[in-house]
């Protein structure tokens, strides 16, 4: 039982919850001639098991290539190496990517070609990006908005304004938040000499960056408000609860995150903060139920 509770912190179950989550709420809520029981072709199931295996797989082939810095970093939520041995570590990584890219290969080849690229991509990362300097954060982004943008292949027909909006707005967040993590982790990659923003810039200056990353997405967010009525299918009074709830759940969150950046100082306030920007990143994807009703 041990074994089964570890193997689902390895691939981070409640990330790849959100990842199928927001896949199925693009596709749905953001496109209206898209009915629910399209949502239950084979195909699309196949997107969504394919996508979280693969995001599976890089989770786990993450972990195996970072036992030594997060033995420093994070003793207590290492799993590779201790509950679960390195070689079937590697196993499951091999396995999940098989999956995937069959998976994938069942929609179409320009599906498993792209998932196949995403795979690289992750390996790449884990193995050469992730202690590099800005380069490894902006491939996570990336490969987290394009788990949106690659409806746009499977279905040509989605409504294409929506899933870029929330395309860029998982970039920015995800960016964000990975810098976050790497100043989380200042002590043990400073060890490993790792590159990341805040071993080459400092605490202080990554503060700026992310602060000004944070001000960025806050006026995108509140230009998308007041644009929503215009690319929405949703009705007037729609319009005015989505405007009420983004200010809630999204716009005074995004506020706190800002001035919360600007007093981070210990490790503790950088945990805070990655955890604020992933509630964040949940609320502006369930502020796609309104563009639907």
Known sequence: MNKVLDFIRLIRLNNLLIIVATQIFAYYFLTPSISYKTLLQPSFFAL?????????AGYIINDYMDVMLDLVNKPEKVIVGKSISRRYSMFLHFILNTLSIGL??????SM????????????LYSQFLKKTYLSGNIMVA????????????YDP?????GIWVY????FITTLQREIIKDTEDLRGDSKFKCRTLPIVLGIRKTKEVLFWLQITLLILSISFCFSFESLSFSSTNTNKWFLIYMLIAVIIPMLIL?????????K??????????????VTGIISMVFWRF
């Open 104 to 109: 994938a290969f069942s929609i179409s080849k």
């Open 142 to 153: 990336f490969l987290t908005a394009f788990t949106l943008w690659i409806l746009f292949v």
């Open 268 to 281: 503790n306030d950088f945990s805070q903060l990655s955890f604020l920007s992933k509630v964040i990143m």
């Open 258 to 266: 800002a001035w919360r950046i600007k007093k981070a100082d210990v």
């Open 167 to 170: 395309g860029i707005f998982a």
């Open 48 to 56: 969504l098991i394919s996508t979280f295996l693969a995001a599976a």
């Open 112 to 123: 498993a070609v792209l998932v196949l690229a995403c795979v690289l991509s992750l390996w």
């Open 157 to 161: 027909n989605v409504f294409k304004a």
